[in-house]
């Protein structure tokens, strides 16, 4: 098993839709959590961090399940901005602070 | 913008040779790490810098070499370049002790192996 998964797509969904992502990770003692987006051919910024119960940030709203060893993304009222590879990201214990990042899953919004 | 800045930003290279690739870290942050991603792919960890000490290292071959400078920039190098080493490089810089893991990308550079 790999310790970040994520499906990698594409999702592709119309303006205003609600959208979610998965990312499961193996090491049941990572110590947090991160949604990165990635727009084609540029580098990796932060969108959200994870920790404890969850986050939100205006439509973007991040959830974490320890028991179940998964982080989500919801993203609500989709924008064709919101067109991007949104990464996850999974710090081990130990605070190393060398996250191991998933493959990305590929969103896709259409007028 | 992050603040952290790669240089340089394309460069084509063929089989055998050897690349230095360079990275400014953001003011302020004593850390930096080197990833590789293939296309399609995530970024998969080369290693980890900290304050000129190889602080961790993902599995990649000994042909990928780098260090830190006192001023926290730092060089990856990669000899005897191979085809599948094609991919973009990205540095990120951060700030260990007390810090939330959080990574700032430079935009990378992109390595065309031929």
């Known amino acids: 098993r790999k310790e970040v998964e994520q499906d990698p797509g594409p999702f592709n969904v119309p303006e205003g839709a609600t959208v979610a992502f998965n990312c499961t990770y193996s090491?049941?003692?990572?110590?947090?959590f991160f949604w990165y987006r990635q727009d084609c051919r540029k580098e990796p910024k932060l969108l959200m961090s994870?920790?404890?119960s969850g986050n939100e940030d205006g439509r973007f709203t991040a959830q974490l399940n320890r028991a179940s060893q998964y982080i989500s993304l919801l993203i609500r009222d989709s924008k064709l901005s919101d067109s991007a590879t949104y990464l996850c990201?999974?710090?081990?214990?130990?605070?190393?602070?060398?996250?191991?990042f998933g493959r990305g899953t590929s969103l896709i919004v259409h007028p | 913008e992050t603040g952290v800045t790669q240089s340089p930003t394309h460069l084509i290279k063929t089989r055998g040779q050897q690349v230095t690739l360079r990275c400014s870290s953001q003011?302020?942050?004593?850390?930096v790490s080197w990833y590789q991603q293939a296309l399609g792919q995530g970024p998969q960890f080369i290693f980890q810098?900290?304050?000129?000490?190889?602080?961790g290292r993902g599995n990649f071959p000994p042909r990928f070499s780098g260090l830190q400078f006192p001023n926290y920039s730092s060089e990856l190098n990669v000899n005897a370049l191979e085809l599948d080493d094609s991919a973009l490089y990205l540095c990120?810089?951060?700030?260990?002790?007390?810090?939330?893991?959080?990574?700032?990308f430079g935009e990378g550079s992109r390595l065309t192996v031929l």
């Open positions: 090491n049941s003692a990572s110590q947090s």
């Open positions: 994870v920790y404890s």
């Open positions: 810098y900290y304050r000129e000490e190889e602080n």
């Open positions: 990201a999974v710090n081990p214990p130990g605070g190393s602070y060398i996250p191991t």
């Open positions: 990120a810089s951060s700030l260990a002790m007390g810090a939330t893991g959080e990574l700032f």
């Open positions: 003011s302020g942050h004593n850390t």
